[in-house]
T-cell receptor, first 114, second 113 residues
């Protein structure tokens, strides 16, 4: 079956530090890959996505590249801000229609200090 | 455009009580899901629906019932609440395509005493 593995957290960084959050996956077929973000007290919202190998998703300074050879979709940001403090979830979706379910990693909490 | 709405935002129940968590979407999405979020466990799929009249079990369905009589609504019923069902519940909707984004509601925080 499908699975998503995220690095263990939490992660605490100082403002303007470089961020990498690792995500690897196991899936049947050709999955689409997603990063969702959950700000305190809110639901999840899409941060970025990539739908085929070598695609790069980007949004709000965050980037992630779909690497089929290493089955990875690591999230990066060059300079984090306090407002980036949130929980980040990696997810995949591999099929269309009735069998199409989103599989999530466990999430990682990021705290950014001023 | 309201997106995905959930009610209530907070609820406290006693063990054995029943209740229904409401979820509605106005995007004409075929696919709707219920998740629970617990510390250290991420999001776990409870039930999902691929269209009106069609529902199926997810990863943790025990103790929960769902129905989908319309495209817009997907209520989650707790038949006899237990403390193990204390959690934050999220409803989500999406079109059914592999590349489509899932949209989440704001969540319901449920405490069972």
């Amino acid at each position: 079956g499908n699975s998503v593995t995220q690095m263990e957290g939490p992660v605490t960084l100082s403002e303007e530090a470089f961020l990498t959050i690792n995500c690897t996956y196991t899936a049947t077929g050709y999955p689409s890959l997603f990063w969702y973000v959950q700000y305190p007290g809110e639901g999840l919202q899409l941060l970025l996505k990539a739908t085929k190998a070598d695609d790069k998703g980007s949004n709000k300074g965050f980037e992630a590249t779909y690497r089929k050879e290493t089955t990875s979709f690591h999230l990066e940001k060059g300079s984090v801000q306090v407002s980036d403090s949130a929980v980040y979830f990696c997810a995949l979706r591999s099929l269309t229609g009735a069998n199409s379910k989103l599989t999530f990693g466990k999430g990682i909490t990021l705290s950014v200090r001023p | 455009n309201a997106g995905v709405t959930q009610t209530p935002k907070f609820q406290v129940l006693k063990t054995g009580q029943s209740m229904t968590l409401q979820c509605a979407q106005d995007m004409n999405h075929e696919y709707m899901s219920w998740y629970r979020q617990d510390p250290g466990m991420g999001l776990r799929l409870i039930h999902y629906s691929v269209g009106a009249g069609i529902t199926d079990q997810g990863e943790v369905p025990n103790g929960y019932n769902v129905s989908r009589s319309t495209t817009e609504d997907f209520p989650l019923r707790l038949l006899s609440a237990a403390p193990s069902q204390t959690s934050v519940y999220f409803c989500a909707s999406t079109r059914s395509g592999r590349t489509d984004t899932q949209y989440f509601g704001p969540g319901t925080r449920l405490t069972v005493l």
